[in-house]
């Protein structure tokens, strides 16, 4: 067996795919509905939408910690969110099996990797979002008036971020970010990695704040 079949063979059952399922979804994107009667390409084909679907392939689902990595269609997303709970301290636990915990209350679902339906995954998106709204002031209403930068959501989330620490009202958001990134940086610059890095920083900020109580 080639390596791209056993590949193929893995998201299947990575995915939870019934054989009904799978094979319909091969017929989808080849034209076939055995693995075995594929080309190589038509196998990376299938192989690549199966990524965009979740599947982690082995050596792929760690971190460099050796964690594993969450796995899923959503799972992506869902972590993302969970992470700027983190960062404006309004989640305290910011480790995987808490998100799975969440995603579990939810909607009964025991494991990202089984969140398949949109509507589940929606349920869960929408509930993180509602609450980094109402107790981290996120706002997540499309601006039409704001440049493109403006309404991504790690522009919102920072922006946030930036309201809750303490001693800071008199300070702005671009000298800060700038300071951070140590670049005169614009808007139409910022990268999704600029944004981690100024996440990140200004939630060891505000975590630093409620863990010392400082107030200023």
């Known amino acids: 067996m080639s390596s791209s079949i056993a590949a193929l ?39 690549t939408v199966f990524r965009n679907e979740g599947f982690a392939p082995a050596g792929a689902d760690r971190r460099r910690d050796g964690r594993q990595k969450l796995s899923g269609r959503y799972a992506g997303k869902l972590q993302a969110l969970w992470i700027a709970g983190w960062n404006l301290g309004i989640v305290r636990d910011r480790d995987d099996a808490a998100l799975i915990a969440f995603v579990k209350r939810q909607t009964g679902i025991d494991h990202t990797r089984f969140l398949h339906h949109a509507d589940d995954a929606a349920r869960v998106i929408e509930a993180l979002k509602n609450w980094l709204t ?32 303490k001693g800071w009202k008199e300070k702005q958001f671009w000298v800060e970010v700038r300071a951070i990134l140590r670049t005169p940086i614009t808007g139409d610059q910022m990268t999704r990695d600029n944004w981690i890095t100024v996440m990140n920083e200004l939630g060891r900020i505000i975590r630093d704040q409620q863990h010392t109580g400082r107030s200023d």
């Open 9 to 47: 063979h893995v998201a299947k059952k990575q995915l939870g795919l019934d054989d009904d399922t799978y094979r319909a979804k091969l017929a989808r994107i080849t034209g076939k509905t055995s693995a075995k009667d594929m080309t190589e390409a038509e196998r990376q084909k299938v192989l």
């Open 134 to 165: 109402r107790e981290g002031g996120v706002g997540w209403r499309r601006d039409r008036l704001a440049p493109s930068w403006g309404n991504e959501p790690e522009y919102r989330i920072a922006q946030a971020q930036f309201a809750r620490i």
